[in-house]
């Protein structure tokens, strides 16, 4: 097992454009979760999958952006319309189990710059 | 989850012990103590959790204060691979809306001096 992965490690856009990650969790997990970390702060949380369905979802999360993790497996996030504002690392976390005491493994982020 | 306070700070002399304080005054009894850390550049990863007893694994102990207001992570013999940003995070042992997911502070920057 080589844990989460998450692709691409970084990303450069213009402002206006559309940008998608991409990330794959530890195999057999069944939850999975999208952070986002700005500078100097802690990871803030987005939305998170159990299975294929998405269950909660951050008012971080504005109309620009959506998640998808289709048949349970990879999840991709999309961003509409980048702002300078979505600058930051977008992490990616999995966990097995039914307990909110479950560890949750990152994946290494993706940093974007928006321009 | 409760809101905990830790220094945004600390240093250590490499080989020493460390001890990285949390304040959760507001802690409720169904909460459970988190701590996970971030090294540079990479995505947080666990440490140690734990509810009322003292709790050790290879990584690290966690003790925790009588009236579970405040909780100690020990790391033994710091190493420079230690030097990261320590999070310590509350999660209701429950399971309903927003549970799941974890609320990171700002954490711990840990120096770690060789």
């Known amino acids: 097992d080589t844990g989460v992965s998450q692709d691409p490690r970084h990303k450069i856009t213009k402002r206006g454009q559309n940008v998608t990650f991409r990330c794959d969790p530890i195999?057999?997990?069944?939850?999975l979760y999208w952070y986002r970390q700005t500078l100097g702060q802690g990871p803030e949380f987005l939305t998170y999958f159990q299975n294929e369905a998405q269950l909660e979802k951050s008012r971080l999360l504005s109309d620009r952006f959506s998640a998808e993790r289709p048949k349970g497996s990879f999840s991709t996030l999309e961003i509409q319309r980048t702002e300078q504002g979505d600058s930051a690392m977008y992490l990616c976390?999995?966990?097995?189990?039914?307990?909110?005491?479950?560890?949750?493994?990152f994946g290494p982020g993706t940093r974007l710059l928006v321009l | 989850d409760a809101k905990t306070t830790q220094p945004n700070s600390m240093e250590s002399n490499e080989e020493e012990p460390v001890h990285l304080p949390c304040n959760h005054s507001t802690i409720s009894g169904t909460d459970y103590i988190h701590w996970y850390r971030q090294l540079p550049s990479q995505g947080p990863e666990y440490v140690i959790h734990?509810?009322?007893s003292n709790v050790n694994n290879r990584m690290a102990s966690l003790a925790i204060a009588e009236d579970r207001k405040s909780s100690t992570l020990i790391l033994h013999r710091a190493t420079l691979r230690d030097a990261a940003v320590y999070y310590c995070i509350l999660r209701d042992r429950y399971s309903g809306a927003g549970s799941y997911q974890l609320t990171f502070g700002k954490g711990t920057k840990l120096s770690v001096i060789p």
């Open positions: 734990g509810l009322t």
């Open positions: 195999s057999e997990h069944n939850r």
């Open positions: 976390a999995s966990s097995w189990g039914d307990s909110p005491q479950e560890t949750q493994y």
